[in-house]
Antibody
Framework: EVQLVESGGGLVQPGRSLRLSCAAS????????MHWVRQAPGKGLEWVSG????????HYADSVKGRFTISRDNAKNSLYLQMNSLRGEDTALYYC?????????????WGQGVLVTVSS | QSVLTQPPSVSGAPGQRVTISCTGS?????????VHWYKQLPGAAPQLLIS???NRPSGVPDRFSGSKSGTSASLAITGLQAEDEADYYC?????????????FGTGTKVTVL
């Protein structure tokens, strides 16, 4: 059974940093691209960042480019999101999501999400 | 800001058929990128409902169907049931001169009357 479990969220002041983690199990983690998708309270889904299977290619939404860094450790079956210079508009539930395949541009499994609140 | 537009809400009585539209542009759906659909129950994570425009993952009832034409796509739910009450999102990929990214629709709340 595929499981994605996020951690590391919490309340943080504007301008500070936070690191999210996602522990994956139940599939060959090293074979798949992984992503972070967020959802602000009461709002829709927004793709944040993605990383390819070996960590060589990373992509970011314009809204987080230069502030967030995605990474992975295939030996630990883990995905990370380093979030710096946090802003109020970064407040959201952050989901870890698995790419459905090498050619499909969608997400077939999602974690339950971790809440990040940016406020003074 | 979402680049795929969906109606904010649709509703129907049990047993009825409802459809949700997803309107994009020539840099995403119209460029040939597939459309995918997700269902999100209150307080839960999204779950893949339709992949590659019209393919249902294992376990998804055949009451759900998807289609794509031009710069738009649609999700149809036939035989509406109480458990279909949820938020639904379309998703595609967008590639333009300013860059590429995964894009989601604005979301549609389905209410079963």
């Amino acid at each position: 059974e595929v499981q994605l479990v996020e951690s590391g969220g919490g309340l943080v002041q504007p301008g500070r940093s936070l690191r999210l983690s996602c522990a994956a199990s139940g599939f060959a983690f090293a074979d798949y691209s992984m992503h972070w998708v967020r959802q602000a309270p009461g709002k829709g889904l927004e793709w944040v960042s993605g990383i390819n299977w070996n960590g060589a290619k990373m992509h970011y939404a314009d809204s987080v480019k230069g502030r967030f860094t995605i990474s992975r450790d295939n030996a630990k079956n883990s995905l990370y999101l380093q979030m710096n210079s946090l802003r109020g508009e970064d407040t959201a539930l952050y989901y870890c999501a698995k790419s459905a395949g090498t050619t499909t541009l969608n997400f077939d499994y999602w974690g339950q999400g971790v809440l990040v609140t940016v406020s003074s | 800001q979402s680049v795929l537009t969906q109606p904010p809400s649709v509703s129907g009585a049990p047993g009825q058929r409802v459809t949700i539209s997803c309107t994009g542009s020539n840099s995403n759906i119209g460029a040939g990128y597939d459309v995918h659909w997700y269902k999100q129950l209150p307080g839960a994570a999204p779950q893949l409902l339709i992949s590659g425009n019209s393919n249902r993952p294992s376990g998804v009832p055949d009451r759900f169907s998807g289609s794509k034409s031009g710069t738009s796509a649609s999700l149809a739910i036939t035989g509406l049931q109480a458990e279909d009450e949820a938020d639904y999102y379309c998703q595609s990929y967008d590639s333009s001169l300013s860059g590429s990214s995964y894009v989601f629709g604005t979301g549609t709340k389905v209410t079963v009357l």
